[in-house]
């Protein structure tokens, strides 16, 4: 019964059969929304089923959140882990008891979230007591995990796939470097390892270079081999293996 939940998605997503065999994949993750109403509207204008990462502790979570769903984009909690602050925030010195009362409240934030990423957390996600318990508890709430490996000691991946939980993790960052060019760049370095290993997940930022250059470059993925998919079709398309980078025959390394 533990793998239910994620042969579930494999199905509802209704894996990728339709598509040609020499396609592969990719998914957009665009993080920290919910603080600014003019980037909010443009990276839901994005074209495509590009996915909404929104943080609970900013002013437009809640409503930004329901005109995503609205607009048929998946919405997932942008969950802040320590070193990030706030009200919701997760850090190693927490009991159990209260990291579970800052993620209901953060869920309470964020309406329609089919899943949580990590928001910083490149201390919180190498705990693996805090992270087992959170894969369990996601499992529980019928949610997805998506690992934005902040850190190379993260466990929580691991962790996921241990347990059965419907999960992918980042590839690719866009923008560690705001200029149009270096993000090109990076979408670029996307579109080739989504040739090589069948596909790629892609987490950037609503700054106005990123967004310029995803709405100029989404709409030509076609004609390079790639087809943008939503998160619940990519965790179909990865059955919760590890990429290359990320393990060694499927299976993450153990850290």
């Known amino acids: 019964m533990r793998y239910l939940w994620s042969l579930l998605f494999c199905l509802l997503a209704g894996i990728a059969h339709a598509t040609p065999a020499n396609k592969a994949y990719m998914s957009i993750i665009i993080d920290d929304l919910g603080q600014s109403s003019e980037r909010d509207s443009r990276t839901l204008a994005l074209p495509g089923p ?12 809640s409503e930004f959140a329901r005109q995503a769903h609205k607009a048929g984009k998946t919405v ?3 969950m802040p ?3 990030a602050s706030g009200p919701f925030a997760w850090h190693p010195d927490l009991p159990i008891e209260e990291l579970a009362r800052r993620l209901d409240a953060a869920l309470g934030k964020v309406p329609y ?3 949580i990423n990590n928001h910083m957390g490149s201390r919180m996600t190498a705990q693996r007591e805090p992270m087992t318990w959170l894969m369990g508890e996601l499992q529980r709430r019928h949610l997805f995990f998506v690992d934005s490996r902040t850190s190379a000691a993260t466990v929580a991946a691991a962790q996921a796939q241990a347990q059965g939980l419907a999960h992918v993790s980042r590839d690719v960052f866009l923008d560690d470097v705001r200029t149009p060019e270096a993000i090109a760049g990076q979408l670029q370095q996307g579109v080739a390892l989504a040739r090589k290993q069948g596909s790629a997940v892609l ?3 609503p700054y106005p270079q990123t967004l310029e250059v995803l709405a100029r ?4 993925l076609s004609s390079q081999g790639i087809q943008l998919v939503s998160l619940r079709q990519m965790i179909a398309e990865r059955s919760n293996q590890a990429m290359p980078a990320h393990g060694k025959q499927g299976r993450y390394f153990n850290r």
């Open 50 to 61: 590009v996915t909404m990462a929104i943080m609970p502790d900013t002013p437009h979570a």
């Open 76 to 78: 997932i909690l942008h």
């Open 81 to 83: 882990m320590d070193p």
């Open 113 to 115: 979230a089919a899943g």
């Open 203 to 205: 987490i950037g930022h």
């Open 217 to 220: 470059e989404l709409p030509r």
